[in-house]
């Protein structure tokens, strides 16, 4: 069983930056993909990131490529979503996720889920 914590969501205004990070325990924190995703009300869940375990290569939705970075920490069982030039449209509950293998962008094949963390970017 894997357990994930989310932390650093908050209010920004359209242009600003902010860091998301999402500790894991109760597993083997290397050999899990992991992933963010998004969703607002209404609306489904959104693909936004995902790193693999096995070479730390990287995925993004084309709406956030060149804005956002996702990256792990194998020694702190941490991953992180560093986000960049943040605009209106970013504004969603944002959710960690881990697998066991390879990352993938569809959120129903993520196995564990942090509880989610509000990020809102004010015009």
């Known amino acids: 069983q894997v357990q994930l914590l989310e932390s650093g969501g908050g209010l920004v205004q359209a242009g600003g930056s902010l860091i998301l990070s999402c500790a894991a325990s109760g597993g083997i924190f290397r050999k899990y993909a992991m992933g963010w995703f998004r969703q607002v009300p209404g609306k489904e869940r959104e693909f936004v990131a995902a790193i693999s375990w096995s070479d730390d290569s990287t995925y993004y939705a084309d709406s956030v490529k060149g804005r956002f970075a996702i990256s792990r920490d194998n020694a702190k069982n941490t991953v992180y979503l560093q986000m960049n030039r943040l605009q209106p449209e970013d504004t969603a509950v944002y959710y960690c996720?881990?697998?066991?293998?390879?990352?993938?962008?569809?959120?129903?094949?993520?196995?564990?889920w942090g509880q989610g963390t509000q990020v809102t970017v004010s015009s």
């Open positions: 996720a881990a697998r066991y293998g390879p990352p993938v962008h569809v959120w129903t094949q993520f196995d564990y």
